[in-house]
């Protein structure tokens, strides 16, 4: 046996270390190339939900050709620019400083202010372009918001009008309870306001790339710049502007009535009763009802079958329970205003209606006559108070909390070591 | 087994013409542990890479959060401009966990070397049981499957951690990897419980059935204690494991309630489960480690090792106190607080066993003739980084203190100083050591020892600094601490640790190049490179099916260096008392 | 060789330490405390890290010496030795004591922070859910758990100087409840009432953080303790009330019939356009 002492194995030999180092060197390169490719902004993604890209006229040219996809986009970024240089015009009112701090690339300018706010937030549900399919929206129950119909399920205002800056600012502090929407309350207030301002800049490029469709494809009309601004731009951000006026909010003509008890009783017979309430919500409220519902966003999925709405939509059908009222959750917060202007003015974009007047009509009176569709003041108060009850209310049917013991000490913990 | 009944000392053992085979049964469904062991060590690595892979886009998000991440965002979120996205994190930093101790740490360590050495250490012809020994490698194949096809189902592999801590596991709600990702990542782990049951008990059998003549229990190598202990823990705490997941499965697809409230389970009764086998596993992953260390420090130190009785009786101790100590994981779980202090108490115990081969470790390497060869520098990285992983281990332990570091960075740190720090560079010294018994070929030694400086600094670089960030409390298993005002001061330590991480990874092709090259070029050793003792460097190298060529016999301990009975500075194991030094078994 | 990876080694203890009081004298330590408690669990944690720093340099210290000292390429032959069982057992016994030490000296920090629970209604309900923590105070009834009770989503209010009662709930799947500047950390576990308390002796506002994994959200789940005065805890009691029963009814509102005129008429036109 020849044994080879130490010093002799740590000797090597110069032609294997050649060998080695370009193999080395080879493997470094290799992985060079992979981290040193430049970064690609990521484009605002054109809005095609329900769309059959292969729909054709009698002489077989396509309806939506590449062509005219491109001339939309290019329309709207001529508008609103893209995701990490946005644009806007004076008419928005959008404060283009907020919106460069909400949007690009998360990163932070040379003052140390943070730029990429709506990436580093929001982007991963709501996705870049706010269309509600980041990558984790196919997880999550509810979808997030798709902002770009520019409809707000909870907002302060009449029916069809559109989230007020405090809306969206309570939403975001708050969060939405029962969903994955979480709470933002620990952004700095400038940060808040800039993703506010950024939640408003996508809503209104996907109402205005909704006007520009059917300008290119249905009309084909030459697009310029007075037209955008005149038949897209100014419509779009009307509505904005005047259904967030100060007049348009939802508020209770009369205060909450102080007899709380005949005000449940009555509101549980318009539950039960007169406003078919129960028929979504079930009659112990348990969210029960027999209706399968759905939302704006999904309702136009209903009649495809898979296949089809895997095509054409980027989140599949999705059910719309009613709100279980027992659960004491309250998505659009637990006020007895927020419940009043849910019931007031609906829950947008769902099939909960509105129990109140639209705007400019007046409200229900007493002295009306019955059969009124809508409901008085003091009737959507006696509903609130009800709803309110319910989480509280004893029910033959229901079994007892679902919580756990309220006492600490009864719960204290022995039982789980064992 | 006794003398007697084994063949005569000298006689031919194997008949080297019975063992022809095709490729397929050599190579393929080989039932010979060293093509098996080998297997076992090819898999590993390459899941040691799919792991290491992950731990780095892990810190890129850390030291950079929602920045482009490099050729993984690109391929993956390109929509989003390459940032990834929360749910992703979860799921990185799950499968980095399940990758490195399911399919790296255990399987390297019992499946590789377990298999590779503990025929050949204790002068076996093969395994007890040969085909189930083939089984236990190609049970891991469904649960390689079951992990690998996670990755791309919808909602992606798990990521409800590697603990799988219900109800988040078992919501199909509760997280997007809860989907069917989470259901395979379960059945892999059932898979990967068949695996190492059936090698545990193959181990066990033949450590205690197929020792060569004159191999006492008390003349093993540590390798082959670390490696028997293991598998008593393999073979006691893994069924508990297979059953709770199982059971989780079954939560999951068959609707019943064992962890969830409100069916009337409880989420706590699987971290007790769970806990019962992995920590237990905690030791199957330095246990073997440990052994192979002793092993190496006493040949490389030229001394005997110091202290082998306790040395053995601390394996033991380590093991018997690991079955009782589960608990210390859970002591913020809302388990009984007042059991939480047995279990301190128990913990606490295992330091000093831990203590004791330390100190024998030292006491080898005092007064000895120390050889810096790769294996050695990895075996001696071992020690120090055992020590400050062991060390750390005492401040979880204290229930009190455990409060605010439990769930931060500075278990985190404990962990790897434990895992990457001893087992891992276990198993390169390991590599380094046995290489040339496995192919008959040297690793380049230069190449080794520039791997593990540039390892053994980055390592150090990015694991020292996480205890410090742990002692500040910040929180494991988040995507980005940026919403938490407290912890926003540790970002430059985050990007120091993403920049050491990076260079550790890369520092790995290093040890590929020298692995794969070596088995290409490498110079060919003889049967004892290394002037060892123990019974394996007396076969061919690499040995042959049956491995040895005569049936060895051991008349001492493997640790008789520099034993002034003869005049070589090694004694081997079979080496007859009265023959002189080293030539009799060799050529 | 030997020397230059004895150095190597040295280099461990050396920078270990260096790294500790670099940390400590650029501020990368604990959290500030403003727990009665927490002094006593930071105190226990430097004893215990004197004791292991001990150990650990001795250690780490006697590696590096022996690589330098019994480098091969200048010793001779190495010293044949089994070991010494003497030695060994006296380190056990060493060993061993410092380990009863540290379980004894801390039993009763731990009977303080975790079993001694103290003999108060609770003040707060604590409740993680998927991504939030949601408070739940006693209304003005002073009872938890009936209808009047009050919600606060993220932030936890507490009056300083004062025994605090929290019980530990959770709705959908584990969290922690981690209180960083009042070393405080507790699992909350569905189907389970968990008691935490605590005395909090500073003003000001802190992180409460989730320290359980949770799910995709995990590290968004963060909420704020803000310890304040008693008068300034009841005030925020008080507006609390206030917000959760506001009707947001005003004596001289704006009706819709006197403000028609402002609301263009076209954003109705166009609502049923953009709704199409």
């Known amino acids: ?418 | 087994m006794t003398v007697a009944a084994s063949p005569s000392p000298g006689a031919p053992l194997v008949d080297a013409n019975s063992h022809h085979r095709g490729f397929l049964r050599r190579y393929i469904f080989s039932t010979d542990h060293k093509v098996i062991g080998l297997q076992f060590y090819f898999s590993t690595l390459i899941w040691f890479f799919v792991g290491g892979a992950l731990a780095l886009a892990v810190r890129w998000q850390l030291a950079w959060p929602w920045s482009e991440m490099p050729i993984v965002g690109r391929m993956l979120f390109a929509a989003e401009g390459g940032q990834i996205s929360p749910e992703f994190y979860t799921m990185l930093v799950t499968m980095h966990a399940t990758i490195m101790i399911f399919f790296v740490i255990i399987p390297i360590l019992a499946g590789a070397f377990g298999n590779f050495l503990i025929p050949l250490m204790i002068g076996a012809e093969d395994m007890a049981f040969p085909t189930l020994n083939m089984f236990s490698y190609w049970f891991m194949w469904p649960a390689f499957a079951c992990m690998t096809a996670s990755f791309f189902v919808a909602g992606g592999a798990a990521s409800a951690g590697w603990t799988s801590y219900p109800p988040l596991s078992v919501l199909h709600d509760a997280a997007p990897g809860s989907g069917p990702g989470q259901t395979l990542w379960l059945l892999g782990v059932v898979f990967i419980g068949i695996a190492s049951m059936l090698g545990s008990l193959n181990y066990l059998t033949t450590i205690i059935q197929m020792r060569a003549p004159g191999m006492t229990m008390l003349r093993l190598p540590m390798t082959i204690w670390g490696l028997f202990i293991t598998a008593i823990l393999q073979a006691f705490a893994l069924p508990v494991l297979t059953a709770a997941s199982v059971m989780q499965l079954t939560d999951r697809l068959l609707g019943t309630g064992f962890y969830l409230s409100e069916a009337g389970g409880q989420p706590l009764l699987w971290q007790h489960l769970f806990w019962f086998y992995s920590h237990p596993a905690v030791y199957i992953m330095i246990l073997p480690a440990m052994g192979m260390v002793s092993d190496i420090i006493s040949c490389y130190a030229r001394k005997p090792l110091f202290g082998y009785r306790p040395m053995v009786a601390a394996i033991i101790a380590i093991a018997g106190l690991g079955f009782i100590v589960w608990g210390h994981h859970m002591f913020m779980s809302g388990m009984n607080p007042a059991m939480g202090t047995t279990f301190m108490a128990a913990t606490i115990l295992i330091a000093l066993p831990s203590a004791v081969k330390v100190f024998n470790w030292l006491g080898t390497l005092w007064g000895g003739r120390i050889e810096f060869t790769s294996a050695m520098l990895n075996a001696l990285a071992f020690v120090s980084m055992f020590i400050i992983g062991g060390l750390s281990g005492i401040f979880m332990a204290a229930t009190t203190v455990d409060i605010v570091i439990h769930d931060t960075y500075f278990i985190v740190g404990h962990l790897h100083y434990v895992l990457f720090g001893g087992s891992t560079f276990a198993v390169f010294a390991g590599t380094y050591h046995w290489f040339p018994k496995m192919f008959g070929r040297q690793m380049n030694e230069f190449w080794g020892k520039v791997h593990f400086l540039l390892t053994f600094l980055f390592f150090n670089g990015t694991f020292f600094t996480m205890h410090i960030i742990g002692m500040g409390g910040y929180p494991r298993r988040v995507a980005a601490a940026t919403a938490y005002a407290e912890f926003a001061r540790f970002e430059p330590l985050n990007v120091f640790m993403t920049i050491c991480a990076l260079g550790m990874g890369f520092t790995q092709l290093i040890f590929a190049a020298n692995l794969f090259g070596s088995l290409i070029w490498g110079r060919r050793a003889d049967r004892n490179p290394w002037r060892a003792n123990t019974l394996e460097w007396t076969a061919p190298s690499p040995p042959p099916h049956g491995n040895f060529d005569f049936q060895p016999v051991a008349y001492r301990g493997p640790y008789e260096y520099s034993s002034p009975e003869v005049t070589a500075d090694f004694y081997p194991q079979n080496q007859p008392p009265d023959a002189e030094p080293a030539t009799a078994a060799a050529h | 060789m030997g020397k230059f990876w004895s150095l190597v080694f040295l280099s461990v203890p050396v920078l270990g330490v260096a790294v500790f009081v670099a940390a400590a004298s650029w501020g990368y330590w604990f959290p500030q405390n403003v727990s009665a408690h927490g002094g006593q669990i930071d105190h226990l944690f430097m004893v215990i890290l004197w004791l292991t720093g001990a150990v650990f340099l001795a250690t780490e210290i006697v590696l590096a010496v022996s690589l330098w000292r019994f480098d091969g390429a200048k010793s001779p032959r190495a010293r044949f030795s089994r070991g010494n069982m003497r030695i060994e057992l006296g380190l056990a016994a060493v060993v061993g004591l410092l380990l009863v030490f540290i379980t004894v000296y801390q039993l009763e920090d731990w009977a303080e922070a975790k079993i001694r629970q103290p003999d108060l209604p609770p003040t707060v309900e604590v409740n993680g859910r998927q991504f939030e923590w949601v408070m739940r105070y006693p209304g003005p009834n002073g009872e938890l758990g009936d209808a009047d009770d009050l919600f606060s989503p993220g932030d936890l209010h507490v009056p300083v100087d004062e025994d605090i009662l929290v019980s530990l709930v959770s709705e959908d799947v584990l969290h922690s409840f981690y209180l960083p500047n009042l070393r405080i950390k507790q699992d909350a576990v569905p189907g389970m009432r968990i008691p935490v308390w605590f005395r909090a002796t500073e003003t000001g506002v802190f992180d409460l953080v989730c320290a359980e994994l949770c799910g995709w959200g995990h590290y968004k789940m963060a909420g704020r303790l803000i310890v304040e005065s008693r008068a300034d805890y009841e005030a925020f009691l008080t507006r609390l009330e206030a917000e959760q029963n506001e009707d947001g009814f005003e004596e001289q509102q704006p009706t819709a019939a006197n403000t028609s005129q402002r609301h263009p008429s076209v954003a109705e036109v166009v609502y049923r356009r953009a709704a199409r």
């Open chain 1, 1 to 418: 046996m020849t044994t080879i002492s130490p010093s002799q194995t740590t000797r090597h030999r110069r032609g294997r270390l050649r060998r080695f180092s370009s193999a080395l060197i080879l493997a470094a390169l290799f992985v060079a190339s992979g981290s040193c490719s430049r970064y690609e902004p990521p484009p605002f993604r054109l809005n095609l939900e329900g769309l059959d890209r292969t729909e054709a006229d009698s002489s077989g040219t396509l309806r939506y050709s590449d062509e005219k996809l491109q001339q939309i986009v290019d329309a709207t970024t001529a508008l609103f620019g893209t995701p990490d240089e946005p644009f806007v015009f004076e008419e928005t009112e959008l404060d283009i400083a907020l919106l460069r701090r909400a949007a690009g690339p998360v990163s932070s300018d040379e003052h140390g202010n943070p730029r990429g706010l709506y990436r580093e937030h929001c982007a991963h549900c709501h996705g870049v372009t706010g269309d509600g399919a980041g990558p984790t929206a196919l997880f999550l129950n509810p979808y997030p918001r798709d902002f770009r119909p520019g409809v707000f399920k909870f907002t302060s205002t009449h029916q069809g009008g559109k989230p007020t800056d405090e809306d969206l600012r309570r939403t975001m502090v708050r969060g939405i309870p029962g969903t994955a929407m979480p709470s933002f309350a620990l952004l700095p207030e400038e940060d808040l306001d800039a993703l506010i301002e950024y939640v408003k800049y996508l809503s209104m490029r996907g109402e205005s790339e909704q006007l520009i469709f059917p300008l290119v494809i249905d009309d084909e009309e030459e697009l310029d710049e007075d037209i955008l601004l005149e038949e897209v731009l100014e419509p779009v951000v009307g509505l904005w502007q005047s259904s967030t006026l100060p007049q348009f909010v939802v508020v209770p003509e009369e205060p909450r009535p102080s007899d709380r008890a005949a005000s449940i009783a009555a509101g549980r017979e318009l539950f039960q009763g007169e406003r078919g309430c129960a028929k979504c919500h079930g009659p112990t409220g348990l969210g029960d009802g027999t209706e399968r519902n759905y939302d704006m966003w999904n309702n136009k999925k209903l009649n495809l079958d898979r296949e089809d709405v895997a095509a054409r939509w980027s989140l599949p059908l999705q059910e719309l329970r009613p709100r279980n009222l027992r659960h004491g959750v309250y998505r659009g917060g637990r006020r007895p205003l927020d419940i009043y202007r849910r019931i007031y003015a609906g829950v947008k974009g769902t099939p909960m209606p509105a129990a109140g007047p639209p705007y400019g009509q007046p409200a229900r009176s007493d002295a009306m006559p019955e059969g009124s569709k809508n409901l008085s003041s003091a009737q959507i108060w006696n509903l609130v108070d009800y709803v309110l009850s319910l989480p509280n209310e004893e029910h033959p049917e229901i079994a007892s909390a679902e919580r756990p013991a309220e006492s600490p000490k009864a719960g204290s913990p022995g039982g789980a070591g064992g």
